[in-house]
């Protein structure tokens, strides 16, 4: 017999599920979009949780390594609905990605050629406009000291100046002592504790599973060479080591499975150009190279080996997290860490974000009316997403300047 705290867990998931779903089939634009989607769903439309709590599981996961992105959405359905929740997040945000590129996997490359040009382009003014407004909105929120803007300012700065996974870890780690030094009297807190299911017990297991898995998996395979069983070490460790996730994880999947053999070269960037085109996170890339190497079980566990380091880390660092999180030396170290978190956002607005959308003064004026119908107009992002697909094809079809 089911009990009504079970039943109520199992709704929650369900409800979890499906706005994942949807953000997995409307988020275009990059793990940076993806930040700002879920804020737009969570933070301001559902308010599961304040601007603060959500800057801070961004800083977390920023530190952790795997996809950052697909990180925050399981942390958003672990503090929604415990475990089923955080599985539920991430087939929710992975299933419609990992799907267009199993079946491109297949050998369905025609689709690609048959997207009308311009489409692609309006996808990214519209992460463009998502991201502006998230740094309008989270700037408004942590920012309102002049130290503070400051602090932003520079730290964008840096991560200009110093790109890469390095330039964020200095910048998020100096501007926390920074505010543990300087913010303890401004800094108080925030009354928008996480509330994490599970026991300390059960997190320190996944940490030690993590770590198990990382050390052991590489033997198993040497002992036993049966080639899933190897696939699956190369995923993990992939998700494992490579900290910045997306675009960062593509030289050590190169080295894992084309050099080897596994995957030819020209599939490998065919499969990389393909999961540019389609929502969700760019590690669902993993299905495709674990379809093309093994077939459907082989896509199966390319795509849940290289996601699993990220379930055992966030599910075992987020307890720990959100008792710590209230100590006055955390609080203040976290006012830095917040108003940072919007230098690095700020930083990808301009790159990669502007730098590879913004081409002349037609797209700056189809930007700033995409923002301000998110800012001004309350237009859902989805909405918007389809108008500026619409806008695109109509631009490509007609073969007018975008």
């Known amino acids: ?160 100046l110093f790109p890469g996974t390095p330039g964020q870890l200095l910048v998020i780690a100096g501007a926390g002592l920074l505010g543990w030094a300087l913010l303890r009297r401004a800094a108080a807190p925030s009354g928008e504790a996480l509330v994490v299911g599970g026991s300390r017990r059960g997190a320190l297991l996944c940490l030690w599973a993590f770590g198990l898995l990382l050390l052991a998996l590489p033997l198993v395979a040497r002992l036993w060479p049966v080639p899933l069983l190897a696939l699956g070490d190369a995923f993990y460790r992939a998700g494992a080591l490579v900290f910045g996730g997306g675009h960062v994880v593509l030289p050590l999947l190169q080295t894992a499975l084309v050099e080897p053999g596994w995957v030819e070269r020209d599939s490998f960037l065919a499969g990389y150009g393909a999961a540019q085109a389609v929502p969700g996170p760019l590690f669902t890339f993993a299905a495709f190279l674990g379809t093309a190497a093994g077939g459907f079980w082989g896509g199966l566990l390319g795509l849940a080996a290289i996601f699993l380091p990220s379930f055992l880390l966030v599910a075992g660092v987020l307890p720990f997290w959100a008792r710590l999180r209230g100590r006055a030396g955390v609080q203040a170290a976290l006012a830095g860490i917040n108003t940072a978190v919007v230098g690095l956002l700020l930083a990808a607005l301009y790159d990669p974000l502007w730098t590879s959308t913004i081409a002349g003064p037609v797209d700056l004026l189809l930007a700033l009316a995409a923002w301000a119908a998110l800012v001004f107009g309350r237009l859902p992002p989805w909405l918007l997403m389809l108008l500026c697909v619409l806008g695109g094809w109509l631009s490509g079809t007609l073969r007018l300047p975008v």
């Not at 979890?16 to 439309?45: D, N, Q």
């Not at 503090?79 to 419609?96: D, E, V």
């Not at 040009?117 to 003014?125: A, E, I, M, T, Y």
């Open 1 to 160: 017999m089911m009990h009504a705290s079970d039943t109520g867990q199992a709704a929650r998931a369900w409800e979890v599920f499906r706005l994942f779903l949807r953000l997995g089939m409307t988020s275009f634009g990059g793990p940076v979009a993806h930040l700002g989607y879920f804020r737009e769903e969570f933070v301001v439309r559902r308010r599961w949780l304040g601007e603060r709590a959500y800057a801070e599981l961004v800083a977390l996961c920023l530190f952790l390594p795997g996809p950052a992105s697909s990180q925050v959405g399981m942390a958003l359905g672990l503090t929604r609905a415990g475990w089923p929740g955080m599985l539920a997040a991430w087939i929710g945000f992975s299933l419609p990605s990992a799907a267009l590129l199993m079946l491109f996997a297949f050998g369905l490359s025609g689709w690609g050629a048959a997207l009308p040009p311009g489409v692609l382009h309006g996808l990214k003014l519209v992460a463009l406009a998502v991201v502006a407004q998230a740094v309008w909105s989270m700037a408004r929120s942590l920012c309102g000291s002049s130290g503070r803007f400051v602090l932003m300012l520079a730290a964008a700065a840096v991560v200009l």
